[in-house]
């Protein structure tokens, strides 16, 4: 059994991680727990604070004695908005409050980015542009080229957590740009797991989501890859017949 220990904000689109468990295959389990938010809001003070080591550290105990083998921080813009070295520190902490290899839904695009083999990206957010340019900042530090951004202004995760397909396929048709090799979704309150072949299929492209990049990170963590076309590309690189 590979068990992964997701640390999920507040209540938006967490229904995405039993979807995703299920497609998975039974001897992968997925564990959600979430981390008290404080103020719901994609706003750089509100965002520090959401993903403060405290907040974080006091939501690590469930997930260890649930017998994790790895714990992803599931928030995008709660990592990103420290920047490159500010979202490494944020999980070198988690990592040793929890006792477990750690990661968050920001270092998860980059690395599935590479994975894919993909370095121009678009992207789709849900945030105000001011949040989602520091998305776009975090994708460069990373070494990934940003061709643009489609900021949808919204505030609250309450909000995102409300759309559904047609609204999400209109965010990926509008974020994808010119050359871009990949069109990337970040927001794990946005529901996409159910969406990613239509999404794919629309573009003619990967498609990274962030409720998709977060267990697929922790997977990668638990030394364990699994294909399952239903969750993207993304999931696609690995033989069929599993170990």
């Not at 500010?86 to 477990?100: D, M, N, P, V, W």
């Not at 409720?211 to 697929?216: A, E, I, L, M, S």
């Amino acid at each position: 059994m590979t068990a992964l220990g997701i640390l999920y904000p507040g209540h938006s689109a967490e229904d995405d991680y039993p979807r995703m468990e299920q497609l998975l295959g039974s001897d992968i389990r997925v564990d959600v727990v979430h981390t008290d938010i404080g103020e719901d809001a994609h706003r750089v003070d509100a965002l520090l604070e959401m993903g403060s080591a405290r907040r974080l550290a006091a939501a690590v105990d469930e997930l260890r004695l649930a017998g994790a083998d790895a714990v992803v921080w599931a928030c995008t813009s709660g990592s990103f908005v420290y920047g490159w070295e500010g979202a490494h520190q944020q999980i070198r902490e988690l990592a040793q409050a929890a006792g477990l290899p750690a990661s968050s839904t920001s270092f998860a695009f980059v690395h599935a980015a590479r994975e894919l083999g993909v370095r121009r990206v678009a992207v789709g957010a849900t945030y105000p542009d001011d949040v989602a340019q520091l998305f776009a900042d975090f994708l460069r530090a990373g070494g990934l080229e940003v061709t643009g951004v489609r900021a949808s202004g919204i505030v609250t995760a309450a909000e995102v957590g409300t759309w559904g397909e047609e609204e999400v396929l209109t965010l990926a048709r509008t974020a994808d740009a010119s050359g871009a090799e990949a069109v990337l979704l970040p927001d794990t309150a946005l529901h996409t797991a159910a969406h990613l072949p239509l999404l794919e299929k629309a573009l003619s492209k990967p498609v990274l989501t962030a409720n998709q990049v977060t267990v697929w990170e922790g997977l990668r963590l638990a030394d364990r890859r699994v294909n399952e076309p239903a969750l993207g590309t993304l999931f696609t690189r690995q033989p069929i017949i599993q170990a």
